[in-house]
C-alpha cells in the first residue's frame, strides 16, 4: 500500500507541475529557441512579492492547460526585479541595469508583464497582467501569435516587391504589432522610411532612432547608478552638474530628457531647493505628458502646486 501511495505520490506532482522548457538567461533562450525553431516567452516578474506574478506562474504558465497548449512552442525565461536585500544582492549592478533597461525598452508598465518573440528576438505581443486561470489566458497568446503570422506574411510579401509597395507592405507587418514592438523593427523602418521620402506611412522617426534612445537611456542609467548610494548635500550637487551635462546633448530623445530632468529635481527635492525641485518636475512633464513616467511627475507636480506652492507665495 505505502508503495502504490508512492506511486500516486510522483504522478500527482508530475500532474501538477509542467511548465515550458526554461532557460537561465536571455541568450540562452534564444540559442534555444533558434535551435528548436521555438518561439521565446519572456516573462517579467517579482518573485517575491508580486502576487500576480507568483499566480501567473504557478496557475497559469505551469498549468496542464498551458503546457498542453504551448508547451512544445515557447522557451520561458524570467526577468526578475526582487525586492527582498538578500535575493537583490545577489543580482550584479550591471545585471540589474540590463534588466531595467529591457524593462524600459518594451514599456512594460507594472508587473507581470510578458513578452512573446520569436528566436531572432523580435518581438510580437505584449500581454500585461494575469488572467484567473490558464483557459482564460491562451486567447490572448492566439492573438499574439496571430499578430506574428500576419507580421511573417507581409514581410515574405515585402521581399518580393520594390520601392514604396515594399513599403507598405513591411508598415502592414509592423503595424499589426503592439506599439511598445514596432521601434525593435530599425532595420524595416529604415526601409520604409528610404522609399517614404513624404512619410505618408508615418514611420518617420523610428527606426535608426529607436536605438539611439535605447542608448541614451542605457547612458542615463548608468549615471544614475553611480549615484547610487551618495547622499551627502556634496554628492547631490555634483550630480545636479553631471545630469546638467547630460542634459546639454542637443539630441536627446523627449523620453530621455524627461527622465533626467526628473532625477534632478529628486536631487533638488534632496537639497530642499523646492522651487527648483518643481521647475525640473515641471519641465520634465511637459516634455512627454504620456509616457511611462509621467504618471509619477504628474503627482509630484500637482502636490507641489496644491500643497506647497501657496505657501511658499505668502
Known amino acids: 500500500m505505502k508503495t502504490i501511495a508512492k506511486i500516486g505520490a510522483l504522478i500527482a506532482l508530475a500532474m501538477t507541475a509542467p511548465a515550458l522548457p526554461e532557460a537561465p538567461d536571455m541568450e540562452s533562450a534564444l540559442a534555444q529557441a533558434a535551435e528548436q525553431k521555438k518561439n521565446v516567452f519572456v516573462d517579467f516578474t517579482g518573485t517575491d512579492w508580486c502576487t500576480a506574478c507568483i499566480h501567473l506562474r504557478s496557475k497559469i504558465i505551469e498549468s496542464a492547460t498551458f503546457e498542453k497548449a504551448y508547451g512544445d512552442d515557447f522557451i520561458l525565461v524570467s526577468v526578475d526585479f526582487p525586492r527582498s536585500p538578500e535575493l537583490v544582492a545577489q543580482i550584479p549592478d550591471d545585471e540589474k541595469r540590463r534588466r531595467e533597461n529591457l524593462l524600459t525598452s518594451y514599456r512594460i ?118 549615484f547610487r548610494g551618495k547622499l551627502s548635500p556634496e554628492d547631490m550637487k555634483a550630480s545636479i552638474v553631471k545630469l546638467d551635462e547630460f542634459l546639454a546633448q542637443p539630441d536627446l530623445c523627449p523620453e530621455v530628457r524627461q527622465e533626467a530632468l526628473s532625477a534632478k529635481g529628486d536631487s533638488y527635492a534632496f537639497l530642499r531647493d523646492l522651487m527648483s525641485m518643481y521647475k525640473c518636475y515641471k519641465e520634465a512633464l511637459e516634455i512627454a505628458p504620456d509616457s511611462r513616467a509621467a504618471k509619477r511627475i504628474r503627482g509630484n507636480v500637482e502636490h507641489f502646486e496644491k500643497n506647497i506652492l501657496p505657501m511658499l507665495e505668502k
Open 109 to 226: 508598465a507594472g508587473l507581470p508583464g510578458v513578452v512573446l518573440m520569436d528566436a531572432n528576438g523580435m518581438p510580437y505581443e505584449i500581454i500585461s497582467g494575469a488572467t484567473r486561470t490558464a483557459e482564460d489566458y491562451l486567447p490572448m497568446m492566439e492573438a499574439g501569435l496571430k499578430k506574428r503570422a500576419i507580421r511573417d506574411a507581409a514581410f515574405a510579401k515585402a521581399a518580393t516587391l520594390e520601392g514604396m509597395d515594399k513599403a507598405k507592405a513591411l508598415a502592414e507587418g509592423i503595424n499589426a504589432l503592439p506599439e511598445a514592438c514596432r521601434d525593435k523593427y530599425s532595420k524595416e523602418i529604415d526601409i520604409i522610411n528610404s522609399f517614404d521620402k513624404d512619410n505618408t506611412l508615418g514611420f518617420a522617426g523610428m527606426g535608426s532612432d529607436a536605438q539611439k534612445r535605447i542608448k541614451q537611456t542605457e547612458a542615463l542609467r548608468d549615471l544614475l547608478a553611480s
